[in-house]
Nanobody, 120 residues
Framework: QVQLVESGGGLVQPGGSLKLSCAASGSIFSINAMAWYRRAPGKERELVARISSGGSTNYADSMKGRFTISRDNAKNTVYLQMDSLKPEDTAAYYC??????????????WGQGTQVTVSS
């Protein structure tokens, strides 16, 4: 019903930047919250940032001031600009969306993940 496709991951040196994108497609009427999560090896999945349909944002404390979440509602796309990257930011990053379908039912959907590796 809904597909989320992430892009933009890769290898970057400490202090560098990356921008992730996640495009939603399918039987979409509208999208409520969108978010980015990450899972590092051997660790639990954690919330990175969340953005409401109106643009209100929340960040995990360790990402505040370094990461910026934004969205383009016309494109059903959410972005994550990551600056001042650290080795501990290395993880698989997953896109999440709460979607209202054209049937007016609400579903949650996850992307397949994109790997971010911060290393010199």
């Amino acid at each position: 019903q809904v597909q989320l496709v992430e892009s933009g991951g890769g290898l970057v040196q400490p202090g560098g930047s990356l921008k992730l994108s996640c495009a939603a497609s399918g039987s979409i009427f509208s999208i409520n919250a969108m978010a980015w999560y990450r899972r590092a090896p051997g660790k639990e999945r954690e919330l990175v940032a969340r953005i409401s349909s109106g643009g209100s944002t929340n960040y995990a404390d360790s990402m505040k001031g370094r990461f910026t979440i934004s969205r383009d509602n016309a494109k059903n796309t959410v972005y994550l600009q990551m600056d001042s990257l650290k080795p501990e930011d290395t993880a698989a990053y997953y896109c999440f969306a709460e979607v209202i379908l054209t049937s007016r039912s609400t579903v949650t959907s996850w992307g397949q993940g994109t790997q971010v590796t911060v290393s010199s």
